[in-house]
């Protein structure tokens, strides 16, 4: 990661990011607390960026929950 990066720039990586572990947690064999924990946590930061008013211009235009749900 780059320093000095404007605040789109680091909301993009951010999305960008917390898909990444959203994936592979929701793909995860052994769904302990700590997984459990981590996409709870991941999903309510999605959340919170989606009010940014320019969230769908980066993609975040689902229901975190939805896609990557932990079943």
């Known amino acids: 990661m780059q320093n000095n990066m ?3 720039e680091v909301l993009t ?3 960008s ?3 990444i ?3 592979e947690l929701s793909t995860a064999e052994h769904k302990n607390e700590y ?3 981590s996409w709870e ?3 309510e930061c999605l959340e ?3 009010a940014w008013e320019r969230a769908k211009e980066y993609g975040l235009n689902y229901d ?3 896609k990557f749900s932990i079943k």
Do not use: R
Request: charged residues 5%; proline residues 4%.
């Open 6 to 8: 404007s605040a789109t």
């Open 21 to 23: 572990n959203l994936s």
């Open 41 to 43: 946590a991941s999903i």
């Open 13 to 15: 990586y951010l999305i």
């Open 17 to 19: 990011l917390l898909e």
């Open 35 to 37: 997984v459990l924990g």
């Open 48 to 50: 919170i960026i989606s």
């Open 64 to 66: 975190p929950q939805m």
